[in-house]
């Protein structure tokens, strides 16, 4: 390299362009849903008109199935129905070992995944065998009478590539962010299925999703918008400072139980002892759990406790304080298309780290087109 000259960096976007689609007979969109029929009705009809031509998964609770394959005749449909109160984590199980192909999207009923970004997604694993899952980014959206408020860039770390397994499992909890509504091979989600838990926190079992794919192969995450993802109130056991919170003893014991299941994957090709093996491991997931869990809660909630040792986490009087989610901000863009309006926050405009996050000039734009089939 002659002297001041520097090497010019790739550029996301073309090698994204380079990407095929992921062949018709390679890949099957898997859809669990119990919850409001209009969100599914309305990600059916996103992928009908999108002509979306992939086999559609649907893991339905309760009697949901009555009117929906005749609704959508665009769509190849396969439809497995489960009692009401079959939990999440099993349901999940059985319908995975009903797919019959090498790929599969697993997608929310309640958000919104882009059709051309799971082909992509699905493409670049056909064509990179060592990967277990390829995702992108996610933008938080709510979703009111008046407008579709659009706030922020979501999940943006980068690709978990690393050769050794233990330092992509320690590249995923050092900045944890899930991997769980993605593309996966079906080999993969296989595997994490059979290592679910419906007795664990539910934290527990999605870190067994997005830890097992990274044990099992590496994670790419693709420059695209791949997925719209509602904005909602935290899920208390979902987190791990509230999880403590509730159980300090039940916390450590499910840890236990969920990191002996990652030490079953590990086993086989690591060089570490047994001991020196669990206490790694043990500091990967130290690093995530100190970083979640601030002293000043702890001191709030203790407080509580000492006055009145019946306290309860789930108290809405004593977890309002700690729930609360930062404001979005005032609206930095209105975009109005036909009868919808956009309304653009900052952290959507202008996500950061810069450094992490390459989208287009044009993303708004694109993302907008890519959406309105989804909300009319």
């Known amino acids: 390299?002659?002297?001041?000259?520097?090497?010019?960096?790739?550029?996301?976007?073309?090698?994204?362009?380079?990407?095929?689609?992921?062949p018709l007979d390679s890949l099957t969109i898997l859809i669990p849903f119990k919850g409001e029929a209009s969100q599914l009705a309305a990600l059916l009809s996103y992928f009908s008109t999108m002509e979306v031509h992939y086999p559609v998964m649907l893991l339905l609770s309760g009697n949901r199935a009555t009117c929906l394959p005749g609704e959508y005749p665009n769509l190849n449909l396969q439809v497995f129905e489960f009692s009401e109160d079959t939990p999440f984590f099993s349901k999940l199980r059985e319908g995975i070992k009903?797919?019959?192909?090498?790929?599969?999207?697993?997608?929310?009923?309640?958000?919104?995944?882009?059709?051309d970004a799971i082909k992509k997604a699905g493409g670049f694993l056909w064509q990179n065998p060592e990967y277990s899952a390829c995702h992108g980014y996610n933008v938080k959206f709510s979703e009111e009478a008046e407008a579709i408020k659009l706030l922020r860039i979501d999940n943006f770390t980068p690709s978990?590539?690393?050769?050794?397994?233990?330092?992509?499992?320690n590249a995923l909890m050092r900045r944890y962010q899930p991997v769980c509504w993605a593309v996966f091979r079906t080999q993969t989600m296989q595997a994490i299925s059979d290592n679910f838990t419906p007795d664990l926190n539910f934290m527990f079992n999605e870190f067994l999703w997005s830890g097992i794919a990274a044990l099992t192969g590496k994670i790419k995450r693709l420059p695209m918008?791949?997925?719209?993802?509602?904005?909602?109130?935290?899920?208390l056991m979902g987190h791990p400072l509230y999880a403590m919170l509730e159980s300090p003893q039940k916390f450590f014991s499910e840890y236990?139980?969920?990191?002996?299941?990652?030490?079953?994957?590990?086993?086989?090709?690591?060089?570490?002892?047994?001991?020196?093996?669990?206490?790694?491991?043990?500091?990967?997931?130290?690093?995530?759990f100190s970083r979640e869990m601030l002293p000043s809660t702890f001191n709030y909630f203790t407080d509580h406790v000492l006055a009145n040792p019946t306290t309860s986490i789930h108290d809405p009087a004593i977890n309002a304080p700690m729930i609360s989610q930062p404001s979005p901000g005032k609206c930095a863009k209105e975009i109005r298309r036909d009868h919808r309006v956009y309304r653009a926050f900052p952290a959507f405009l202008n996500p950061?780290?810069?450094a992490e996050i390459h989208l287009p000039r044009n993303f708004v734009r694109k993302l907008i087109g890519d959406i309105k089939p989804y909300f009319g």
């Not at 390299?1 to 992921?22: H, N, T, V, Y």
């Not at 978990?160 to 499992?169: G, K, S, W």
């Not at 990191?259 to 060089?271: I, V």
């Open 1 to 22: 390299m002659l002297f001041g000259c520097k090497k010019k960096r790739a550029d996301p976007q073309a090698e994204l362009s380079l990407i095929p689609d992921a």
């Open 98 to 115: 009903q797919l019959k192909t090498p790929l599969v999207a697993m997608c929310a009923a309640d958000d919104v995944s882009l059709s």
């Open 160 to 169: 978990i590539d690393a050769d050794d397994p233990l330092m992509r499992l």
């Open 225 to 235: 918008i791949y997925c719209l993802r509602r904005k909602d109130t935290l899920h």
């Open 256 to 288: 236990l139980a969920y990191r002996d299941k990652l030490l079953a994957f590990l086993r086989p090709a690591s060089t570490l002892d047994q001991t020196s093996l669990e206490r790694t491991v043990d500091l990967i997931h130290a690093c995530h």
């Open 352 to 354: 950061e780290p810069i």
